[in-house]
């Protein structure tokens, strides 16, 4: 900038020069006998007007070079871009995929500005890797519930993601009635015969041990999605943590602790009572599980289970896994049905240290329906077990114990115990909102063995129904009444009422 000023500078002063030069020459000659002051005006009238003329030249140079030093500026930024090596990202971030939930979707690939040819060619490459991903994708029986990742935290220098989430849900609980639980209504537990006017007090409680906590990250591969999950709540003895689910899953593998695929998740009613339905199959065990899918509405389910046998009179002996196999259908989103049929192998010793074995199984048949009728959002749900040998897969049996099998005490033979349960379930949406109701009603009869005495578990019939609000999507409001019955074989029954009131806060 310096030399450019002096330059500039040096052409002036020459102009000035060459100017009054030129002046001196084309100005005539002065005679000496004239006046000498009208001789000094036409000097300083020539003078005034050259400074101004070179002011006005000065002030058209200095806009040049202004000019000209902004275009130099660009030119050099442009420079230096060019000089600098372009950097391509080697690792194809499809973090985008967790976050958006979009179906076959990958994401962009960060790139740097390497020219239009490049650019081009790099897009149909990734439009390449994202059809390939879209393909193995379709087979993942998890790819629906990516739509549910939203607000997962990208992992660096991977393409997973990471979820926290559960519930802190705090329930207050009146029983009507003595009960051997107070936080949950387990209808096997109602006094009955004796029991019944044994001058026991009902009692009430507030609660926040349903609270949960789980964790879930979810990475999107070339063959399908990996995803592993863990769960837990504070339901153990004083409070304590307690596992619920830890599974792993690998486009349709599954591995680890988690609902048994005997039962039908997507069937299950909206219950504020911690215990649920009477009659649905519900536990959660270690297994393996193979989900192969076939078309677009049909997937069938293969599942080695933990066996787990509970019996009376003796102790389980875990030797075989039981076999799960079902076909689940889905023709359209608001239709859906679930067939699966139970193996397994009733083996244990008796008090007397007999070994013996059975063989037991079972089916189940559920689904939901969307019922239209008075809002688009209204749905029943159902679901109908029967079998021998199933007690623990019944979530009223399973919360008693021991409804597997039972040893004779006088011969020491093992007998099981047959079991039919179901439920069926309406849920109502009431137009105002987010309010809703769900009307249940739950049944489970037990034929038990010949030589069992009047006071066995014969039969238990539950109801309930809820009023629940959502004020706002992360909060439910809720009321709900419950009334069951157990009959026992010898003819006896007891009743008990139950209301509970609670919140949740979703996180």
Request: hydrophobic fraction near 35%; aromatic fraction near 8%.
């Given at each position: 900038?310096?030399i450019a000023?002096?330059?500039?500078?040096?052409l002036?002063l020459?102009?000035?020069n060459?100017r009054?030069?030129s002046?001196?020459e084309m100005?005539?000659?002065i005679?000496?006998?004239q006046?000498?002051t009208?001789?000094?005006?036409?000097?300083?009238?020539?003078v005034?007007?050259?400074?101004?003329?070179q002011?006005?030249e000065?002030?058209?140079?200095r806009q040049?070079?202004?000019?000209?030093?902004?275009q130099?500026?660009?030119?050099?930024?442009?420079?230096?871009?060019?000089?600098?090596p372009?950097?391509v990202?080697?690792d194809?971030e499809?973090?985008e995929?967790?976050?958006?939930?979009?179906?076959g979707?990958?994401?962009?690939?960060?790139?740097?500005?390497?020219?239009?040819e490049t650019?081009?060619?790099t897009?149909?490459?990734q439009e390449?890797?994202a059809v390939?991903?879209?393909?193995a994708?379709?087979?993942?029986?998890s790819?629906?519930?990516?739509?549910?990742?939203?607000?997962a935290?990208?992992?660096?220098?991977?393409?997973?993601?990471l979820?926290?989430?559960?519930?802190?849900?705090?329930?207050a609980?009146?029983?009507?009635d003595?009960?051997?639980?107070?936080d949950?209504f387990?209808?096997?537990?109602?006094p009955?015969?004796?029991q019944?006017?044994?001058?026991?007090?009902a009692q009430?409680?507030?609660?926040?041990?349903q609270?949960?906590?789980?964790?879930?990250?979810?990475e999107?591969?070339?063959y399908?999605l990996?995803?592993?999950?863990?769960?837990?709540d504070?339901?153990?003895?004083?409070?304590?943590?307690?596992?619920?689910h830890?599974f792993?899953?690998w486009r349709r593998?599954?591995?680890?602790?988690?609902?048994?695929?005997f039962?039908?998740p997507?069937?299950?009613?909206e219950?504020?009572d911690?215990?649920?339905?009477?009659?649905r199959?519900?536990?959660?065990?270690?297994q393996?599980?193979?989900?192969?899918?076939?078309?677009s509405?049909?997937e069938l389910q293969?599942?080695?289970?933990?066996?787990?046998?509970?019996?009376q009179n003796?102790?389980g002996?875990s030797?075989?896994?039981?076999?799960?196999?079902?076909a689940r259908?889905?023709?359209?989103?608001?239709l859906?049905?679930k067939f699966?049929?139970?193996?397994?192998?009733?083996?244990?010793k008796?008090t007397?240290r007999?070994?013996?074995?059975?063989?037991?199984?079972?089916?189940s048949?559920?689904?939901r329906?969307?019922?239209?009728?008075?809002?688009?959002?209204?749905?029943?749900l159902?679901?109908?077990?029967a079998?021998?040998?199933?007690?623990?897969?019944?979530?009223?049996l399973?919360?008693?114990?021991?409804?597997d099998?039972?040893f004779?005490?006088?011969?020491?033979?093992?007998?099981l115990?047959?079991?039919?349960?179901?439920?069926t379930?309406?849920?109502h949406?009431?137009?105002?909102?987010?309010?809703?109701?769900?009307?249940?009603f739950?049944?489970?009869?037990?034929?038990?063995p010949?030589?069992?005495?009047d006071?066995?578990y014969?039969r238990?019939?539950?109801?309930?129904?809820?009023?629940?609000w959502?004020?706002i999507p992360?909060?439910?409001l809720?009321?709900?009444?419950?009334w069951?019955?157990r009959?026992n074989?010898?003819?006896?029954?007891?009743?008990?009422?139950?209301l509970?009131v609670?919140?949740?806060?979703r996180f």
């Amino acid at each position: 900038m310096k030399i450019a000023l002096s330059v500039v500078l040096f052409l002036t002063l020459t102009t000035l020069n060459g100017r009054n030069a030129s002046s001196q020459e084309m100005r005539p000659s002065i005679d000496p006998t004239q006046n000498a002051t009208a001789d000094q005006r036409i000097d300083m009238k020539t003078v005034i007007s050259l400074l101004q003329q070179q002011q006005k030249e000065l002030a058209e140079q200095r806009q040049l070079l202004e000019s000209q030093s902004r275009q130099i500026a660009t030119l050099s930024a442009e420079l230096d871009k060019l000089r600098t090596p372009p950097e391509v990202s080697k690792d194809k971030e499809i973090t985008e995929t967790l976050v958006s939930g979009s179906k076959g979707s990958t994401g962009n690939i960060a790139l740097s500005e390497m020219g239009a040819e490049t650019t081009q060619t790099t897009t149909r490459i990734q439009e390449n890797e994202a059809v390939e991903v879209a393909q193995a994708q379709f087979d993942d029986p998890s790819r629906d519930s990516l739509r549910d990742f939203v607000g997962a935290w990208p992992l660096p220098g991977t393409n997973a993601a990471l979820a926290i989430g559960g519930f802190v849900k705090t329930d207050a609980i009146y029983n009507f009635d003595a009960l051997q639980s107070r936080d949950r209504f387990i209808v096997g537990s109602i006094p009955v015969g004796i029991q019944a006017t044994s001058g026991d007090e009902a009692q009430s409680s507030i609660t926040a041990n349903q609270s949960r906590l789980n964790v879930d990250l979810r990475e999107p591969t070339d063959y399908g999605l990996m995803r592993a999950f863990i769960e837990g709540d504070f339901a153990g003895d004083d409070d304590a943590f307690r596992l619920r689910h830890a599974f792993g899953q690998w486009r349709r593998m599954l591995a680890g602790k988690t609902w048994t695929t005997f039962m039908d998740p997507d069937a299950s009613p909206e219950e504020i009572d911690f215990e649920g339905l009477n009659g649905r199959i519900n536990v959660r065990q270690s297994q393996v599980r193979f989900m192969p899918r076939i078309g677009s509405a049909y997937e069938l389910q293969f599942a080695l289970e933990d066996p787990n046998p509970e019996l009376q009179n003796g102790s389980g002996i875990s030797q075989f896994p039981d076999i799960v196999l079902a076909a689940r259908f889905q023709p359209r989103q608001r239709l859906h049905v679930k067939f699966a049929i139970l193996l397994r192998q009733i083996r244990g010793k008796s008090t007397d240290r007999q070994v013996k074995e059975k063989f037991g199984g079972g089916a189940s048949l559920s689904g939901r329906f969307i019922i239209p009728i008075f809002d688009p959002r209204d749905n029943l749900l159902f679901q109908l077990s029967a079998g021998n040998g199933i007690g623990r897969y019944v979530n009223d049996l399973s919360s008693i114990g021991n409804y597997d099998g039972i040893f004779d005490p006088s011969t020491g033979q093992l007998g099981l115990f047959d079991i039919a349960a179901g439920y069926t379930s309406l849920q109502h949406w009431w137009g105002v909102g987010e309010l809703r109701s769900n009307f249940t009603f739950g049944i489970v009869e037990v034929i038990s063995p010949d030589f069992l005495v009047d006071d066995a578990y014969k039969r238990t019939l539950r109801f309930s129904s809820n009023l629940i609000w959502s004020p706002i999507p992360r909060i439910d409001l809720g009321a709900e009444y419950l009334w069951g019955r157990r009959e026992n074989v010898g003819g006896d029954s007891g009743d008990a009422t139950q209301l509970q009131v609670a919140v949740k806060y979703r996180f």
